[in-house]
């Protein structure tokens, strides 16, 4: 069959695919050796496919020797409509909500069973993240991944308690019962809090934005350092959270 390779089963555009899958926040720059290993393929077939995707432009040489995601990779992704709409009208609120706090902020959508960030304001005099735009977050242990489950419906919950909920610090929520009863919690107040669950020393607070139908389009939330007054932030972040859910109607 046209567009099959010789191993039976599997595509070409497959094979491609998993050679752009070994990119992720972790691995931004590969070698020809890390994406043969990492996508399972032999280095000659791995050699192929990337010189495919370089003269394509998804993917660039460094002088290294290495490779990266290219820019009309970029390019591309930034027309997903539910990305460029929702960070289109989510800037502005984020700007003046750092402004007003100078805490690093983060905008982020479900994807799959975790948070996927799709923009972010930091500062240097902010406590130090690990979060990048296009890097994924859990659901259990982040205040934007609260907002977002809480909001979700059953069916999400299962999928990320069943598996078993990763214990990120020793302050990560690892039982399903308590974790439900935080998600009541989050509807009820409209805000989502985590302390110290994700990463020791930070503490976060975000809220949803909303849909019409009251289903969630993704969450904003506050990360800063473990001392500050999440209390007196929460407000800030659920008056911004809502101005982008109007602005998005």
């Not at 390019?75 to 984020?94: K, S, V």
């Not at 130090?128 to 419906?153: D, Y």
Request: net charge positive; proline share 5%.
């Amino acid at each position: 069959m046209a567009g099959r390779t010789n191993t039976p089963g599997q595509t070409v555009s497959r094979r491609l695919l998993s050679v752009l899958d070994c990119f992720d926040v972790a691995h931004p720059a590969l070698s020809l050796t890390e994406v043969a290993t990492r996508s399972g393929l032999p280095v000659s077939t791995a050699r192929r496919l990337i010189n495919e995707l370089r003269d394509w432009g998804g993917l660039e040489r460094l002088a290294d020797g290495r490779y990266r995601i290219g820019m009309r990779l970029w390019t591309i992704g930034t027309l997903a409509p539910q990305q460029r709409g929702l960070r289109e009208a989510a800037l502005p609120y984020m700007h003046d909500l750092f402004q007003a706090t100078q805490e690093n902020l983060q905008l982020t959508v479900l994807e799959g069973t975790q948070a996927l960030c799709i923009e972010k304001i930091s500062s240097t005099k902010a406590v130090p993240t690990h979060t990048h735009i296009g890097g994924r977050l859990p659901l259990h242990a982040t205040g934007v991944g609260k907002a977002i489950l809480a909001f979700s419906g059953e069916e999400l919950l299962r999928a990320v308690v069943e598996p078993g909920l990763t214990r990120m610090t020793p302050h990560t929520i690892t039982q399903p019962g308590r974790l439900a009863a935080v998600l009541n919690e989050v509807r009820r107040s409209g805000v989502a809090y985590s302390y110290e669950e994700m990463t020791l020393g930070a503490v976060s607070v975000a809220a949803p934005i909303l849909r019409l139908d009251g289903g969630v389009r993704g969450a904003l939330g506050i990360v800063a350092h473990s001392r500050a007054a999440l209390d007196r932030l929460a407000p800030a972040v659920r008056t911004a959270a809502l101005g982008i859910t109007r602005s998005t109607h």
